[in-house]
């Protein structure tokens, strides 16, 4: 059974650090890894999808990489601010499973103080 | 572009009453759909996904149950809440090599 883990939990960090989220995953037959974003009390937002074959992805301040064979992914957040704070989640979907399933992590929670 | 509507965004129902909460995507057609739970201190849990109308999968025996009449509409139901049904309920939709697309969620109390 897949399972992924996230570390770690929570993180706080100063306004303007750069960091690094980890996501690790137990079965490296991924069909692709989506990272999210939730708000307190929000559904989820969806921040970057990487299929198997992707190295990495990015969006504005925001870069995924992933390393299937090792089972890992990073979210890279540059220039953090105070809007960035709030729970990251990744996901993975697993090759050969009904379409759709997604395993996902417990989180990283984020804060980010002026 | 696609939305996802889900509602109510909180409710809260005394043990043994009936639930009903509803999700309807807009801008696509024939999603896939799914059920996921959130409670407090604990993962995202699977309940059920749904490929097309009257197909409804679940992944966890449970008090809950669900079904998508129409083609963009999926509904979660239960006939008697327990108190361990309380927590975030998230409806989500994808499509067949898209990204998962979350609603906002409803928050469920059972008292």
């Known amino acids: 059974k897949q399972e992924v883990t996230q570390i770690p939990a929570a993180l706080s960090v100063p306004e303007g650090e750069n960091l690094v989220l980890n996501c690790s995953f137990t079965d490296s037959a991924i069909y692709n890894l989506q990272w999210f974003r939730q708000d307190p009390g929000k559904g989820l937002t969806s921040l970057l999808l990487i299929q198997s074959s992707q190295r990495e992805q990015t969006s504005g301040r925001l870069n995924a990489s992933l390393d299937k064979s090792s089972g890992r992914s990073t979210l890279y957040i540059a220039a953090s601010q105070p809007g960035d704070s709030a729970t990251y989640l990744c996901a993975v979907r697993v090759r050969g499973s009904t379409l759709g399933r997604l395993y996902f992590g417990r989180g990283t929670q984020l804060t980010v103080w002026p | 572009s696609q939305t996802i509507h889900q509602w109510p965004a909180t409710l809260v129902q005394p043990v043994g009453s009936p639930l009903s909460l509803e999700c309807t995507v807009e801008g696509t057609s024939n999603p896939n759909l799914y059920w996921y739970r959130q409670a407090a201190g604990r993962g995202l849990q699977l309940l059920f996904y749904s490929v097309g109308i009257g197909q409804i999968s679940s992944e966890v025996p449970q008090n809950l149950s669900a079904s998508r009449p129409q083609d963009r509409q999926f509904i979660l139901s239960s006939k008697k809440l327990l108190l361990s049904d309380s927590g975030f309920y998230l409806c989500?939709?994808?499509?067949?090599?898209?990204?998962?697309?979350f609603g906002n969620g409803t928050r469920l109390t059972v008292t």
């Open positions: 989500a939709w994808s499509g067949p090599d898209s990204p998962l697309h």
